[in-house]
């Protein structure tokens, strides 16, 4: 199942495309900005399933591997694919676009016809949420 999830990135709230809302970007009061970003509810990510974000100006995957949540850039680093549609065995995922395969956990390439790793991301799990830090955002 492929589901996405568009972000308010006001501080307000997230609002999924089933009209759930969720708390926004927990924000570091001493400096005005975000110190980590809230990306979804654990339970809105299936084991061995990818859930697509848009926030803060990114576009992510969220994957479920067993319980263990890892993210990646969503983009296809070889074309227009987007990852969280993709096929998900294991610990890697292959594109839905040219069926080239990247490890989830690492980024790197498994399969071509890709050759540039995806952008991986430090997640953290805390009170049922998943998180990735601000700071690793460009």
Same mark, same amino acid.
């Given at each position: 199942?492929?589901?996405?999830?568009?972000?308010? @990135?006001?501080? =307000? %709230?997230?609002?999924?495309?089933? /009209?759930?809302? *969720?708390? !926004?970007?927990?924000?570091?009061?001493?400096?005005?900005?975000?110190?980590?970003?809230r990306l979804c509810s654990v339970t809105e990510v299936a084991s061995g399933e990818a859930l697509k974000v848009e926030t803060h100006g990114l576009t992510v995957a969220v994957f479920n591997l067993d319980g263990e949540?890892? @993210?990646?850039? =969503? %983009?296809?680093?070889?074309?227009? /694919?987007?990852? *969280?549609? !993709?096929?998900?065995?294991?610990?890697?995922?292959?594109?839905?676009?040219?069926?080239?395969?990247?490890?989830?956990?690492?980024?790197?390439?498994?399969?071509?016809?890709?050759?540039?790793?995806?952008?991986?991301?430090?997640?953290?799990?805390?009170?049922?949420?998943?998180?990735?830090?601000?700071?690793?955002?460009?």
């Amino acid at each position: 199942s492929v589901y996405w999830l568009a972000v308010d @990135v006001s501080r =307000d %709230a997230t609002i999924g495309i089933d /009209g759930r809302q *969720s708390a !926004g970007a927990e924000w570091d009061t001493m400096q005005g900005a975000p110190s980590r970003i809230r990306l979804c509810s654990v339970t809105e990510v299936a084991s061995g399933e990818a859930l697509k974000v848009e926030t803060h100006g990114l576009t992510v995957a969220v994957f479920n591997l067993d319980g263990e949540f890892h @993210v990646t850039d =969503d %983009a296809c680093t070889h074309g227009p /694919g987007s990852l *969280s549609e !993709g096929f998900v065995d294991g610990d890697c995922v292959e594109c839905n676009f040219h069926q080239g395969v990247f490890n989830i956990r690492t980024g790197a390439v498994v399969q071509p016809p890709c050759m540039v790793p995806i952008k991986t991301y430090v997640v953290t799990v805390s009170d049922g949420a998943v998180y990735i830090d601000a700071e690793a955002v460009d």
